[in-house]
């Protein structure tokens, strides 16, 4: 430790009495502390980075905290993981701050929205409310030391004596901290931890308890990472701390992360690509946040870099989200000991309280800055919602109009995701017309009346800058950033994206929508409450049967709920029409005869709880197609959901399929260890998903033969992504197409592509590249390699929609490829090709594809089919759960799982 950081250095800084550093460890040399302030040590027993603090002691220690110093402390519960842990922010001021919590929360309010806020008391506001500063930790639970320097941050501001930042942020800021995000996890990498090391922790990286088992604790309980999940906020951690966010406002928001252990440390200014809707404001003060932190790390002679690695771009980061509304977002990574030691390549040790230490100063001159900056920094934040208004008001775009479409379930959704993020959205409450509105799939395609019940989203508003970048259809990547990445991509060097490039809500929930170049005229309610599709039971009591059409998520949850029930269900295959109402195929019926007296009341129950309309009848003579005798009405065996849970498994895929099933359409899976496979009884279930892997499953399996019985036998098995891979692999064999290589082109293709691609929406290689050399490039070239990675971006696939896969969707649908993955569409005499990837030139919606990969996949196999035996294998080539916000595929997904055990 001594060698990377140096403490006795110090000394030329501060002086310090021998006496001080006898008494330990001093994380900020020379400070004096309140001892009526408790340490960690007197509450749970171990000194500021001598153990990995655990959720119930950083319980205990901040109830501690609270009845020491109540005047100057509040602790607020915001939530509960999973697992029931709860989620908790302090709030750090001066006593009369704290006496009025209420009213600076109020201000806060008025000032983010300036609409209603005359310049005199936006300037009263700026110069009477203390600025608002947010540190955030341990969103990745194996991120380990940021929650102990958040509570050693707490600490400090509530018990140094005479020390100037705590003295300032007293007096000038509020500082909030949440010293925990994801508890469920950490506790997970706690225990295994605890229960791995041995008579003395080890700085060996090779040992046991730096490698954590399957799945690590960067994830919560449904293994989704919240770093991503801050528009869709699928997670109640993330629902949580959104709703506090929006209370407060914060101008500085800083996440604290961990990364490599032979890494140094990271902040602000961040790498490119930057999010085009961030404001030059902000990136300022990145620079500023970053030169303090700069400031105190030289004089603490900690390594740090900045620049790099880490980018702005994605808004469903923890830096990102708050950023689009005007916080001043920022990522802060430090080296991970992954435990209490690790000895280092380059021969240095280094130990968990270097790295709560190296948090704590960057939380420390964060706060400070926040504290010194105070009435520039609410001008600024004033400034920033004010010209989002303005802003909004002159872009060409000047609303965005969803319809209810086919899906008023889906529609509501995602009114609700927005305001769950701050975006106000407004609904009609008549029929409107709007004279300016392009299609935003089809631009060139208009449309002038829209239905009540549509939802508006003005960009007029305060938050017009989130509400864009969730709302257009692209939001483009920095020119140098894309013209670098394809240099590295033509030399084969491994690519920078951070993230996906691709996530437009319109898309995600493939809803009709509309972009409005002239505000709308008509009745339109802001909305205060995230909408329900509201549902009911037509025609009263029924005497023969209750119908639901199929084509929604709320049929779906209805239908997950109905098996939970053990309620006998058919499904027809064909179309029918009765009592003047068309139903599509797929369309669930409920016979009296079938099913328990009460049926009634519980479908009463489904309408209100799902938002599902349910038609009743008393007879079941059809105007059109097939009566509910055909044999083309099948009934839906209950399916038994065997999920494989453990590596190989990517812990991501695995986790949203499971939260898909079991939290969003209300039914139970059973997970299995993947090593458990070959020994376990199969035939208790009729479906088996297999997620994602980049391993695939012949190491789990061994024998592959019993799979393929067990299909052979009725078995519904669903392969997602890197699966479906695995399945085509010569020995596996249960899915007869192949996965392609990078097909080798011609000069000739590659130029033409070169000239289409000016009319396509990515940046174009420089303008002073060096001439290429053919010849050259071709000697050059790999004999066999995967083609090119898409970095997450949207195509558009088209649909069977005769085939049981595709009930419920329209021609097409939208899908996120965030993989090398290319098939091989299936020979008509081995299956379905149940989606396809359109043409070139129409296949690519938003987000970045390399040239290859948009040459190869058009027309390739999105989703496959094949019959084998009295069973099936169906196999998506990408994970259609990804992040559970692809909401459009949910009903795919759904198709194979509770319709696959009925054909
Ligand atoms: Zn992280």
Redesign the pocket.
Known sequence: MKRSFGLPLLYCWLSLSTAALAQGFEYFPGTKYDPAIPTLKAVVGHEWGERITAHHELERYLRALEAAAGQRLKVVKYGETWEGRALYYLVIGSPENLARLDEIKAGMQRLADPRALAPAEAQKLISTLPSIVWLVCS??GN?ISSTDAGLLAAYHLLAAQGDEISTAAARNSLVLIDPLQNPDGRDRFINYFRQTMGRWPDGDLQSAEHNEVWPSGRVNHYLFDM?RDWFAQTQPETRGRARAFLEWFPQVVADL??MGTESSYYFAPPALPWNPNLTRAQLDWLGRFGRNNARWFDRFRFDYFTRENYDSFYPGYGEGWPMFHGAIGMTYEQASVRGLVARRADETTMRYRDSVHHHFVAALSTVEHTAQHREALLRYFYDYRRTAVEEGAREAVKEYIITPGSDASRAARMAAMLMQSGVEVKRADAAFSNPRARDYFDEQARAREFPAGSYVVSLAQPAKRLAKTLMDKRTDQDKEFIDEQRLRNQRRQPEEFYDVTAWSLPLLFDLPCYMAEQVSAGQLTLLKEPPRAAGSVRGGRAGLAYIIAWGTQAAAAALGDLFRQEVRVHSSDKAFKLGGTSFPPGTLILKTRDNPGDLHDRVTRLAAEHGVEVHATDSAWVEEGVNFGSSNVRYLPRPRVALAYNTPTSANSAGWVRYLIEQRYGYPVTTVRTEQLRGLDLSRYNVLILPDTSAGYTAALGEVNKLREWVQGGGTLVALGGATAWLTEERINLLPTKRERRSKAGGKEEKKEETKEKTEPMPQGRADEPARDASLEKALEPAEEWPSATPGAITRVRIDREHWLGFGYGETATVLVDSNRIFTPLKLDRGTNVALYLPEGKMLVSGLMWDDARRQLPNKAFLMHVPTGRGHVVAFAEDPNYRAFMEGLNLMMLNAVFLGPGH
């Open positions: 969103v990745h991120e770093n992360h961990e």
